[in-house]
DNA sequence: TTTCATTTGTCCGTATGTATT
DNA sequence: AAATACATACGGACAAATGAA
């Protein structure tokens, strides 16, 4: 699980293949928290900007979603845990 | 209330622009749902795609979260006792 | 259990206006 | 002038997950 600095593939999208083989493989569960940026940047030696970049890049193909000021959460949620219901 | 179609701005971010009123003004509040893109459609008389748009401003400037297959929230503000805890 | 409605995700098109090349 | 690219806007279709009945 070690990032090629000098492949052809960017390194925000190998680390994302990381995230996204975890979730996968059941490593990270749904409404469960991944990794933040700053648990990105020291486990793969990377500049912040490229963890946001890997994040940025899960959430785009829908793998996860953010909640700000609490962090990036594995999707779709397994427990509904009822914060979302509108009484209309 | 109404939306423009002739004017300078795109009806996309005339939608945003309501509904970043409606949260400012605490009509929607900190993690409930804002309206499905199906109800933005009707309300507005707009095509998905336009509401959609308007829902991924909404994301991108922070303002809510989305929740595959669920919907869309109201980011909560932020809160420095939440951290490591998970949004339910 | 099945059925159904809701909601988001994703793709296919078309058309228009603007900007660039 | 012409071709290309991009953004906006609309319309339609289907899949997947959820939740309620």
Redesign the interface.
Known sequence: MSIDHEGDRPVYLQIADIIAGRIASGDLQP???IPSESDLVQEHGVARDTARRAVAHLREQ?LV???????T?V???A???D????PS
Chains 1, 2 share one sequence.
């Open positions: 409404r469960r928290r829908g979603y953010t909640v700000p000021q609490r962090g959460f999707s779709p949620p427990d509904p845990a914060e979302g219901e509108q």
